[in-house]
């Protein structure tokens, strides 16, 4: 029987193969180099530096990678969150050493063309636009400039300031002095031999590259000063109310501290989330939509904010401008009494088995499985920590004592409210 995960090693790269059944590959390519590691002269430039990846190489320039990816059959994208930048496709299974000869060509030789930098300059500009017209993207953004420290809070896509002034000399700079041995992976899920995914990778990787080097290990942030201290400070409720143009609805977030990626208690803590505001049964939703028709949408979840040291959880809901001051004091009373009574027997059983049955189903295809991998073996470069059979084993051992012990923790912290109104 195959393991779920092998690891190996393939020019000092770390590599998992995850098995599964699927005639569809996933093949990713993921660096710790998100924006939580840029500094405020260049935010934006983890982002900027992914959509070059694709503008041409030594081999290609972007219509033969575009015409190349679709003759094979690969569905291709990159993504940058503040830990990590993926680059990816997924492919039929036999269309795989092809799709991972594009992808490496990008990855490995990427010139960064000036003339396609400036135009990529202007696609970025306008994909910030479609972003700032989005007000919940808006609304998130001012939560992250006023409550969170700015590497931790700032946007990935950067500043129209910085997206401008960012140069092809910076960026290479920024990358060089991100990737390397310590802060690379690759990650393949599907059924694939692993003896026929090293000799893949080994044909397709150059001898010699930059990547090639040793590191110091994970890149290392100080975030001491995770909340802004001006911020915590305020002694009122709602620390801010963010006004917004073209709206009718208002909206509402709560962040508080959460547990650690490395607690004991972290799995305790996602049943306790989705008991409090997880679904139709949960309290928030029982409570405030179904008993007091408040609203449509209220829930609550955790967010992990960077690399595995600060996770917030995060309560959401939405409603008419006059009832906010209500949906906040219901919401307050739910986890108050979380924090003093527990949770039910029944809101338990129906919270554990929603997250087990949600995990198996985000999880069921290659590129499903993928995403929870990626991070997790890119983080720690371990098949174990990165195993979804042993997660799925963790959150079946969850009792509900570990839950109430879990809201113990959580709901004695400060609660940090934001509200964003239509603008009168």
Known sequence: MKKEIDTFKVRGINVANVHNQSGIVFFG???????????????????FSEHLFFKGTKNRNWKR?????AKVGANYNAYTSNIEVL??????KESLKKSIN??????????????EMEKERTVILEEKKMCDDDPNYAFNSEIGKKMLSWQVGHEAIGTNETINSI????????????????????VCVGDVDSADLLSYLEENI????????????????????????????????VKFTYEREAITQSSVQMYLESLSDDDPLRYAEAVLYKAIGGGSYSRLFSRIREELGLCYEIGMYSYLSVASTN??????????????????RESEKILGDVKNNGIS???FECAKTDLLASFLRKTETSEGKSAYITRNFLLNKSAEKASIEKKIRDLKQVRIGDCNDAAQKILSKPFHWCVMNPKK
């Open 87 to 92: 680059y990816y496709f997924t492919c039929p």
């Open 29 to 47: 390519i993921a660096c710790l180099s998100g924006s939580s590691y840029e500094t405020p002269e260049v935010a934006g430039i983890s982002h």
């Open 345 to 347: 027997k029944d809101v």
């Open 206 to 237: 150059p001898e010699n590259h930059e990547c090639f080097k040793n590191g110091k290990g994970l890149h290392k942030i100080d975030l001491t000063d995770f909340w802004r201290k001006d911020f915590c400070k305020k002694p009122n409720k």
């Open 65 to 69: 990678i575009n015409e190349d990816f």
């Open 167 to 186: 140069t092809r000399d910076q960026v290479i700079s920024y990358l060089n002095s991100k990737i390397d041995l310590d802060n690379l992976v690759f």
């Open 102 to 115: 594009i992808l490496n060509d990008l990855f490995f030789n990427s010139t960064f063309p000036k003339d």
């Open 311 to 328: 996770k917030m959880g995060v309560l959401y809901g939405a409603t008419s401008t006059e009832k906010v001051q209500k949906l906040i």
